[in-house]
């Protein structure tokens, strides 16, 4: 059967990941060194997991309310207030996702009609120009430079907002870039924002892994919080990212319109997971900041550790990612990528798979030992000896 | 923390680190890394830096084997001479005093079954002060020194994702 007729044009016209090419390739590999990964290589800690089956052992395991356990819903609002000093009723302004991609989805769908066009800043996560166009809404990329230290700055905004633009997603601290947004910075758009009416969804996935400063979210800014969509989960300072747990905060009117595609959709997250998750919030500040640790001391080995070996490597300040440049190799990021992992058995992700802006750029991820990555740094090194 | 500790933790991990990777993922100078480092040594606190070997992935036949040893204490000596004097054997790769119903744990390496059987019953089981030994084969390993023996068991991770 042609099954091709049949299929949505929406769908047809999303172009397949780069990532998913790349992982095809990787997988047919042996005995490589990977640091292509986007999820901690922590287990998640052990509280959460025995709360987890202590749930399953009590019989947990009913539907929850389409917003989520309440319980969890306080413990969020309790996160929310003591990590970033933002303030939302448990009751009408949280809801609990299938992990930040459906929040993601949701908050696409709730906003956008027909021709609407969102603000997408590249490179980043590659889910997003994608959700905006199953939704019938137009993707405006938003390219940023390693000269900008890959953040919008008001002029990348302005230049690229018409009168059909309605929402800017924030992806930071970013993956692939590492990049985060200072509060001053933030505070440079704010107006922009304001002034055109805009909306802003928010992602904040990895706000718990910042490594100068803490994290600021533009929902803190006066004037942001009835604009901002928040998105948040407990995948990456969790290490919890199998049990596909999100949330959103946002003013109440954008949750209920959420909420009805959720209570249609999906009905609500596991409610194994949405117990564990509570034990995460009381619980394992402790772990959180281990791993924060441990990920920051590993950052500045990779980093240092590229910057010897020739690349340039802008210094991230947040998430889990180096995005070194590999411009001066004259390779395109996939041949870069192919070779390496070809030659000395290296997997990186290219920096194209983020955006055309990622071009010329490869994602390293350092949610690996220091054991691992210097290994694999010493074949990377080998590697560059030959085409540096 | 305690920055002798976080030097060690990571020499514990990978002890071909240079002293200029150790500061920069400290974020102490190089100099002070030397400093402590030589200071560990120089106070037996840091005594080898050692490798882990999967020898059956090798062509030479290691056995290992873990002897259970009791020993009748000695006035004003405990087990001290006894653990000493099993220590002297190159065949022996550690010796501890555990708690329990016995009192020393031995592990001694051999080429084959039958030499480390020989050398329980010739050299260990007659010294002074031995009361009995268990001798038990290791078969197989799965962990050693936090390292996973099994491929995939490490990082079950995909390999790559988004």
Not at chain 1, 65 to 75: D, H, K, Q, V
Not at chain 1, 215 to 221: C, D, G, M, T, V
Not at chain 1, 296 to 324: L, M, Q, S
Not at chain 2, 34 to 48: A, F, H, S
């Amino acid at each position: 059967m042609n099954t091709d007729k049949y299929i949505s044009n929406a769908v047809k016209s999303i172009p397949p990941s780069g990532i998913r090419k790349f992982f095809d390739l990787v997988t047919n590999s042996k005995d490589i060194i990977s640091l292509g990964v986007g999820e901690p290589d922590f287990v998640t800690p052990w509280e959460i997991r025995k709360e987890g089956i202590d749930a399953l052992d009590r019989g947990s395991t009913t539907y929850t309310s389409n917003l989520g356990l309440p319980e969890l819903r306080i413990a969020i609002s309790y996160f929310l207030k003591t990590h970033y000093n933002l303030t939302y009723d448990p009751e009408k302004e949280i809801m609990v996702t299938i992990g930040a991609s459906e929040a993601i989805d949701l908050a696409l769908r709730a906003l956008l009609n027909d021709g609407d066009e969102v603000l997408v800043p590249e490179p980043s996560y590659v889910s997003y120009a994608p959700c905006v166009t199953l939704t019938r809404g137009i993707p405006v990329f938003v390219p940023t430079d390693e000269k900008n230290n890959f953040i919008i700055t008001p002029d990348d905004l302005k230049s690229k907002i018409t009168p059909k633009t309605k929402v800017l997603i924030l992806p930071y601290p970013n993956n692939p870039t590492g990049a985060i947004m200072k509060k001053e910075e933030l505070e440079e758009i704010v107006n922009i924002i304001i002034e055109y009416d805009l909306l802003v969804i928010s992602d904040e996935i990895y706000s718990e892994l910042t490594y100068e400063g803490r994290h600021i979210s533009i929902a803190s800014l006066p004037g942001m919080k009835e604009r901002t969509i928040l998105i948040n989960g407990f995948s990456k300072a969790f290490a919890m990212t199998g049990w596909r747990l999100g949330y959103i905060a946002a003013e109440h009117g954008f949750i209920e319109a959420m909420n009805k595609i959720h209570q249609y959709t999906t009905i609500c997250a596991p409610i194994t997971a949405q117990y564990a998750a509570i034990k995460g919030i009381y619980q394992c500040e402790e772990d959180i900041v281990k791993m924060r640790e441990t990920y920051d001391k590993r950052r500045k080995f990779i980093v240092n550790g590229f910057r010897e070996i020739g690349f340039d490597c802008f210094e991230p300040k947040g998430a889990f990612y180096i995005f070194p440049s590999i411009k001066k190799t004259g390779m395109t990021s996939q041949e870069f990528c192919e070779k390496l992992l070809k030659e000395e058995k290296v997997a990186v992700v290219p920096g194209d798979a983020f955006g055309p802006s990622g071009e010329g750029f490869i994602r390293v991820s350092y949610a690996y030992s220091i054991d691992k990555i210097k290994r694999a740094l010493e074949r990377i090194k080998h590697f560059a000896e030959r085409i540096l | 923390m305690d920055k002798a500790i976080e030097i060690l933790d990571l020499l514990c991990e990978n002890s071909r680190l240079t002293e200029k990777q150790i500061a920069t993922i400290t974020g102490l100078s190089e100099e002070e890394v030397k400093n402590t480092i030589k200071n560990l040594e120089d106070k037996k606190v840091l005594l080898k830096y050692t490798t882990l070997v999967n020898w059956e992935k090798t062509d030479r036949e290691v056995i290992t084997a873990l002897i259970d040893v009791r020993v009748a204490p000695q006035q004003g000596h405990g087990f001290n001479r006894v653990a000493h004097r099993i220590c002297q054997y190159e065949e022996v790769k550690s010796v501890s005093l555990i708690s329990g119903t016995y009192d020393l744990s031995v592990e001694v390496e051999g080429k084959t079954m039958k030499e480390i059987a020989l050398f329980v019953a010739e050299r260990l089981a007659p010294i002074e002060g031995v009361l009995s030994t268990t001798t038990h084969f290791v078969l197989k390993r799965y962990k050693k020194d936090g390292v996973f023996y099994e491929e995939g068991q490490n990082d079950k991770r995909l390999v790559v994702t988004p």
